[in-house]
């Protein structure tokens, strides 16, 4: 294998046939990873990089398959469709471009009446309009992606655009700014300007539109998470976050941590698939996760163990403290120069460059099992799924992988498949289904109890996406669905609901690609067939006929 840091290529090649059998390449190594988005599907993963390339990732196997390098600037944001067959991204060299999925090319350009830098996207739900907002004239300008005309430009904030986001219910767009001001815009009616706007006691950095389109989230440079009904004009509750930043403290710091701590706030907010919770990151090594139902923080992940980079820890190392305080902040006579406030990127021209940790988007995924975060160190990515895991439910003695298989053995199928479900082995479980016999499919799901139901409906969706038995298993789902759809609909947890729902539309995908130009050659096939069939059955007829003919005319000389 060969590999290269500074264009982040890594390369297998097989000696015997001179030729690489493995090729992959991510972001340059001194571009950092800007922004992350789920295809709505969850099959894909997009990135964007201060290199300016689009990169798409197969989120199974982690492998970059295609790169888009249109961009001659940095990218802000990449989003996708709701259908998943665009992927658009928003540049600072003033372009917003849509990439088509099929074919792989740009095959839209939109861009402004005069010169700016985009540096938020959002797309509606339709997929008619692309809105983005600006960081030096101020403007939201909407788009039509069918046509590529400018069709609104949105004026009324008095400083940088930080966010904008679709309502995913109505016509509704919201923008936040460093003026301290939410306004929200009705792209479809005529009185877009007419709004009025929400204004807040803190600069805003991010933005959060729910699920429902009934409450957003903003942060604001007071470290605190704000949530309003914006349908009412109402607030509803504040967060403060202050605590849970885990600011750390760099070389070059004059000030400790906990002083630092007073200017720092997450930076991207996300809601997840259901609205119960909301994710955040900024300039610290935590991502945090909230509970909007209880209001509490319910989980803090730690993104990054690498002490290498800058700011990893609270305190300083007392080997670069001497008797006249922080060794990088004694002036001597050298020509290093100390970062000015507010800079994202230090000068890759020194010899020991030290990158900030920090988080510049985090996202869920559409299923709400998984999310992704753009980091200093690439994208990291967290998910509930975990196929190898041994999780037993409501064991007891007698439930044991033998008696699982004696229980087989003498044709229980459904007391055999529950007690595989409460031993929570995939392998066991799958041996049971697929010993089923396909007629006793219905009886045995038919009187399953609700609790096995859950459970049997996310093996399910683990078997669809991997498994050669498609039928089969859809047999499983269509009987749990005609018997149990009450459960199904009402006690199952909506992120399993979704990844059932999309394991399902990828399959009929993937066998649509192989069916359809089939379509016509097996058309072909089975009539040829038949008319095979009908000739040997003709044949057969006047065989009988002339043998019954013969036989009459030996009766008659007789």
Not at 483 to 504: C, Q, Y
Request: proline share 3%; with cysteine; hydrophobic share 40%.
């Amino acid at each position: 294998g060969v590999a290269c840091e500074a264009l982040g290529q890594a390369i297998v090649w097989e000696w015997q046939s001179e030729t690489y059998i493995m090729k992959q390449q991510s972001h340059a190594s001194d571009h950092k990873v800007s922004t992350v988005a789920f295809s709505p599907d969850e099959q894909f993963l997009a990135t964007g990089s201060s290199d300016c390339k689009l990169k798409l990732w197969h989120f199974s196997s982690g492998f970059c398959f295609l790169t888009f390098s249109e961009h001659s600037a940095g990218i802000t944001e990449v989003t996708f469709d709701k259908s998943g067959k665009v992927v658009l991204s928003a540049s600072l060299d003033g372009t917003v471009r849509a990439f088509d999925m099929k074919r792989y090319r740009n095959f839209r350009t939109l861009t402004s009446p005069h010169s700016a830098q985009f540096s938020c996207l959002s797309v509606d739900d339709a997929g008619d309009m692309v809105a983005a907002g600006t960081q030096d004239v101020f403007d939201v300008f909407v788009w039509s992606l069918k046509t590529g005309r400018l069709l609104e430009m949105l004026s009324g904030h008095s400083s940088s655009v930080t966010a904008v986001q679709f309502s995913p219910v109505t016509s509704l767009l919201v923008s936040t700014s460093l003026d301290r001001s939410i306004r929200v815009w009705d792209v479809v009616l005529s009185s877009k300007g007419a709004t009025e706007p929400i204004d807040l006691n803190s600069d805003i950095v991010a933005l959060a539109v729910s699920p429902t389109g009934k409450e957003i989230a903003v942060s604001t440079l007071k470290a605190q998470i704000t949530i309003i009904d914006h349908v009412n004009n109402q607030m509803k509750d504040i967060l403060d976050v202050r605590q849970d930043l885990g600011v750390g403290r760099g070389d070059d710091d004059a000030v400790t941590a906990r002083t630092l701590s007073a200017g720092r706030t997450f930076t991207c907010l996300c809601y997840s698939a259901d609205g119960d919770f909301l994710i955040a990151g900024g300039r610290s090594k935590f991502v945090c996760v909230y509970s909007l139902v209880h209001k509490v923080l319910f989980r803090k992940f730690a993104i990054s163990k690498n002490y290498s980079l800058s700011r990893m820890s609270e305190f300083l190392d007392r080997r670069k403290m001497t008797d006249f305080g922080n060794k990088n902040l004694i002036d001597d006579n050298t020509e290093t120069a100390l970062p000015l406030p507010g800079v994202k990127n230090k000068d890759l021209g020194e010899r020991s460059f030290r990158p900030e940790v920090r988080v510049d988007q985090a996202v869920f995924s559409p299923t709400g099992r998984s999310w992704a975060a753009a980091t200093t160190e690439g994208v990291v990515i967290y998910s509930l799924d975990d196929a190898g895991r041994f999780d037993p439910y409501m064991l007891a003695r007698d439930v044991t992988p033998d008696s699982v298989r004696s229980l087989l053995k003498c044709g229980d199928f459904q007391t055999s498949l529950i007690h595989s479900l409460k031993l929570g082995e995939p392998v066991l479980t799958r041996q049971v289904m697929e010993s089923t016999p396909v007629c006793d499919i219905t009886t045995v799901v038919c009187f399953l109890p609700t609790p096995y139901v859950l459970k049997l409906v996310k093996f399910l969706v683990a078997e669809l996406g991997s498994s050669h038995h498609i039928e089969f298993y859809l047999l499983w789902s269509k009987a749990i669905l005609l018997n149990h759809r009450t459960v199904v609909r009402d006690l199952m947890p909506k992120s399993d609901l979704n990844a059932f729902n999309k394991v399902l539309v990828c399959r009929y995908e993937s066998l649509r690609q192989i069916c359809d130009p089939a379509k016509y050659a097996m058309q072909y096939v089975s009539t040829v067939c038949e008319m095979k069939k009908l000739v040997t059955s003709q044949e057969g007829c006047s065989d009988a006929e002339s043998d019954d003919s013969i036989s009459d005319v030996e009766a008659m000389q007789i």
